[in-house]
């Protein structure tokens, strides 16, 4: 990877660790002013977390040796800046008792079904296997939180 797409890409990835950090701030405020669903809430937090902390290992990655990466289908940083000022809305809407939890349900799966999420895997293209580690468990977790949520979706009347 050239260095100037290598900038672009670290970019990108820090917008999308600080994404995850945003939906880790929803989630954990859904269950502390919803009430229900306490641990699901609690466990999306902490993956998400989770999710920033490997974006921002796997950008360290590409910095230190952008040779063994090559860019793959480009993502706009602005429309993540988007989807995190979505987030930030929500998160004052909650705030604000605006939002059910059904709502905050529907809203939690729709961003995990977001383009965004799924396009992780195609933003570079590597072999090395610390990334593809890392790459791997966000998008495990994050089919296992679609499931999860449309799970307590179906639960509700």
Not at 62 to 68: A, I, Q, T, V
Not at 107 to 122: C, G, K, P
Request: net charge neutral; glycine share 4%; with cysteine.
């Amino acid at each position: 990877m050239l260095p100037g797409e290598a900038r672009k890409v670290e970019e990108l990835m820090g917008a999308m660790a600080l994404l995850e950090q945003e939906m880790a701030v929803f989630y954990e405020s859904c269950a502390e002013i919803l009430g229900e669903d306490e641990a699901l809430w609690r466990d999306l937090a902490a993956a998400e977390r989770l999710h920033a902390q490997f974006l921002q290992e796997m950008k360290a990655l590409l910095k230190s040796d952008p040779s063994h990466f090559q860019v793959g289908r480009p993502m706009n940083p602005v429309a993540v800046r988007t989807v995190i000022q979505g987030v930030r809305d929500n998160l004052k809407k909650l705030k604000n008792q605006e939002l059910t939890q059904k709502k905050a349900l529907f809203l939690a799966r729709d961003l995990e079904r977001s383009i965004l999420e799924s396009q992780y895997a195609a933003i570079v293209k590597t072999n090395h296997p610390e990334y593809q580690k890392a790459l791997h468990k966000i998008l495990t977790d994050t089919r296992s939180h679609q499931e999860s949520l449309e799970q307590q979706i179906r639960g509700r009347p």
